[in-house]
Structure formats: structure tokens, C-alpha cells
């Protein structure tokens, strides 16, 4: 019989912070405000959550944190985490890490709402996951959960809310654009199933084992975000290189014009 898995994991792509750590057998979670306070608030809720489980770093298997997409500052916030307290963990030499997509965790949280822990079914079951990002737009993937598994069915797009056609014929719609978007999605999803759901840290800790066993825990260097929107805003850098350009060409003088020859 194969060994509990330990697992710390942990979601910050929304403003909602979720963090949870098993021993294989128990759970325990604890959830609070996320956005910026996230960047502050996240290790000393681990550490405290590790030591109400009676847990060290030490001990994980893994660390699982919800990799995107989502708020740009928090999936930063969730990478580096992830990345400081596998590289501080076994004095030093590190632990796996193991980034999931907050979609994935999205249709997971879904179907356990829906489903509970009863046991998975040879039938496939169909999700699509909608997760709100911001600017009028929304993050659309869709999954297939079968015997335990679950595995993506299409690659993550960013849309607007009219544009939603769900494919794979989805059984249910999961996520947190139905009340945000309500005037402004097509009229027909109204006779599918949705579910108001959010990648929670206990999703990702379902998710963990499998995609664990299907060696998808790396090392903490490789952890990196998913960004699917490539840009919403300048660095400093940026603009500061953008007013150097605007101010150099202000001061090139403008090219006499010459008269037309008739």
C-alpha cells in the first residue's frame, strides 16, 4: 500500500487567499483576503497552519501552489513562495514543487461541490472553468475528469464574456463570472449547470496525488507563473525608457518643409 502523501498547497490568483496542508490522511485549511494582503499575509499563515497541523517544511512531499492565470501579483506572489520556503526546506537541498493551473483547480472545485468524494466514474465528466480577469475579459478552459484523473481538453483562452461558446459540450460550467458578468453572457448557458466556484488550496491538494504520480512536480527553480495576458501595464523601466524617447524626439528640430514645385 502506497504512503501517504504530504502536501502543502496554496492559491493566490484571486482575492480570495487559500491555503491548505495534509498529511495523506487529514486536512487542514484556512482561507482569508487575498490581492496585496497576500504578499504579506501568506508565509505567517503557512507557518502557522504547518504548526496547527503538527508539520515542518521538512516533512512535505511537495509544495502545490495555483500557477495562473490570475492576478498578476499574486501568482508572482504564489511562485516565489513556493520557490523560497522548497528551496529553505530540508537544510537546503529542497523540496518538488508542484504548479497546477488555477483553472484545473477551478473545475476541480466544481465537481466536488457538485459530486463529493464519491467515487470517480469510468464516464467522463466535462468542465469548463470561467475565471474573471478583469478588463471586461474572462479565462476559459475545459477538462475532463475520469477513474481520478483530470486532463485539460483545450488550451487556456481569454475572451469577453459575449464570446463564450463552451466546447466539448461541458456538463458543467464552473467559476466566478456569473454574477460579475450576468447581463453579458450568451442567454443559452442559462440551461447548462453552473457552479459558483474558486480554485481553492483543498482543490489543488485533490489534484496533487495524480498529477504528482504523473511526474509533474518539478524543481523550485523551474516554478514560473502562467501569464495568459501578456501585458497590462508598463514597468518602470518601460517608462521611464518610453519619456526618454518622447523627450529626445522633442527636441530633434523638425525638418524644414520646402515649398512645392510647380
Known sequence: MPKPLKFLAFDTSTDRLSIAVTDGTRVWPRSGPGGAQASTTLIPAILALLSE???????????????????????????????????????????????????????E????????????????????????????????????????SCASLMGCELIRPENLVPGAAPQLLAGNVFAVYAGRLPAGLAALDCIEAFPTATALLRLAPALAAAGQCIDAAQALPLYVRDKVAQTTDERARAKAAALAASLIPAAPVMPLQS
Do not use: K, W
Open 53 to 107: 497541523s503538527g508539520m515542518t517544511l521538512g516533512a512535505l512531499d511537495a509544495i502545490a501552489f495555483g500557477r495562473g492565470p490570475g492576478s498578476f501579483t499574486g501568482l508572482r506572489t504564489a511562485c516565489a513562495v513556493a520557490q523560497g520556503l522548497a528551496f529553505g526546506a530540508n537544510h537546503g537541498a529542497g523540496i518538488p514543487v508542484l504548479p497546477i493551473d488555477t483553472l484545473m483547480a477551478v473545475a
Open 109 to 148: 472545485e466544481a465537481r466536488f461541490q457538485r459530486y463529493g468524494a464519491m467515487a470517480d466514474s469510468d464516464a467522463p465528466l466535462t468542465i469548463t472553468a470561467l475565471l474573471d480577469a478583469r478588463m471586461d475579459e474572462m479565462y476559459v478552459q475545459s477538462y475532463e475528469f475520469r477513474r481520478g
